[in-house]
Nanobody
Framework: QVHLVESGGGSVQSGGSLRLSCAAP???????VAWFRQSPGKERDGVAA?????RPRYADFVKGRFTISLEAKTLYLQMLNLKPEDTAMYYC??????????????????WGQGTQVTVSS
């Protein structure tokens, strides 16, 4: 079992920024890893993923605003210019062997418990 621990969520106003972190053991990064988000009653959507060679992939709705990075066994999501529609529980996910499906929830085996992001207008 891989233990993923997210942190960094919180409440900000529209236009604000947050940086999410996900700590995991090194072997969790043998394949691609990603951030997902989910609002009540909605599907869990892929936000950003990063391959083992560092290639990032972003959902269209965050391009230019969010940046995914992997540093010293910690996965980050830098979020700028946050909007109310970014409000959701954000999850870290690991162990995706096929980068083609990097923004699909079913591609991942391990998940964190989530960290809440709330953006007010």
């Amino acid at each position: 079992q891989v233990h993923l621990v997210e942190s960094g969520g919180g409440s900000v106003q529209s236009g604000g920024s947050l940086r999410l972190s996900c700590a995991a053991p090194e072997y969790a990064y043998r394949y691609c890893v990603a951030w997902f988000r989910q609002s009540p009653g909605k599907e869990r959507d892929g936000v950003a993923a990063i391959a083992t060679d560092g290639r990032p992939r972003y959902a269209d709705f965050v391009k230019g605003r969010f940046t995914i990075s992997l540093e010293a066994k910690t996965l980050y999501l830098q979020m700028l210019n946050l909007k109310p529609e970014d409000t959701a529980m954000y999850y870290c996910a690991a162990d995706c062997p096929n980068y083609q499906g990097a923004l699909l929830a079913q591609s991942y085996y391990y998940w964190g418990q989530g960290t809440q992001v709330t953006v007010s207008s």
